[in-house]
T-cell receptor
Framework: DGGITQSPKYLFRKEGQNVTLSCEQN?????MYWYRQDPGQGLRLIYY???????QKGDIAEGYSVSREKKESFPLTVTSAQKNPTAFYLC??????????FGPGTRLTVL | KNQVEQSPQSLIILEGKNCTLQ??????????LRWYKQDTGRGPVSLTI?????NTKSNGRYTATLDADTKQSSLHITASQLSDSASYIC??????????FGGGTRLMVKP
């Protein structure tokens, strides 16, 4: 079953904790992306990676970090520096200049 | 500043009726215009993608139009079904496969 998987589906974080969201794809796509979605707003780009071992900041990278050690995996860490992390997080992947395919999302809630 | 505006924000229609969703975009340089369907708590799924040279594209009961001169797009849904209840997101693509997302139109189809 090909596609993009994200885990966990729901995640709860205490104040001051770092948490890591998983994103895996078996589509053999070079590019991967992380977006944040807040109610009533468009998706906003956090980080993206066009190739293994390389990534760039998006529009709202502060308080987040990523790694791209394998083509299939692009984990996102939400650090304690992110002051308002409660949101729906979406991972996507694509081939060059092609449509992006999205994962099912992770809903993060700060307690 | 790259921007995508959608209207209306929400819409309620009766099952079997048609509806049209609107999108205005300001993106430079413009590459393509996409429409996604997003069910609540799920990742967006691509409906159509049009380059600047295309005026219309259909996907079953969904028909998207694009006017690159006025920077407007619309999504027409024919003979609506209960399963069409979702958010519909207009997305403008630009250089480097970067995307600017609209805030979405939330559609509810009632029996």
């Amino acid at each position: 079953d090909g596609g993009i998987t994200q885990s966990p589906k729901y995640l709860f974080r205490k104040e001051g904790q770092n948490v890591t969201l998983s994103c895996e794809q078996n589509l053999n796509h070079d590019a991967m992306y992380w977006y944040r979605q807040d109610p009533g707003q468009g998706l906003r780009l956090i980080y993206y990676s066009q190739i293994v071992n390389d990534f760039q900041k998006g529009d709202i990278a502060e308080g987040y970090s990523v790694s791209r050690e394998k083509k299939e995996s692009f984990p996102l860490t939400v650090t304690s520096a992110q002051k308002n992390p409660t949101a729906f997080y979406l991972c996507a992947s694509s081939t060059a200049a092609a449509q992006q395919f999205f994962g099912p999302g992770t809903r993060l809630t700060v307690l | 500043k790259n921007q995508v505006e959608q209207s209306p924000q929400s819409l309620i229609i009766l099952e079997g009726k048609n509806c049209t969703l609107q999108c205005n975009y300001t993106v430079s340089p413009f590459s393509n215009l996409r429409w996604y369907k997003q069910d609540t708590g799920r990742g967006p799924v691509s409906l159509t993608i049009m380059t600047f040279s295309e005026n219309t594209k259909s996907n079953g009961r969904y028909t998207a139009t694009l006017d690159a001169d006025t920077k407007q797009s619309s999504l027409h849904i024919t003979a609506s079904q209960l399963s069409d209840s979702a958010s519909y997101i207009c997305v403008a693509g630009h250089a480097g496969n970067m995307l600017t997302f609209g805030g979405g139109t939330r559609l509810m189809v009632k029996p």
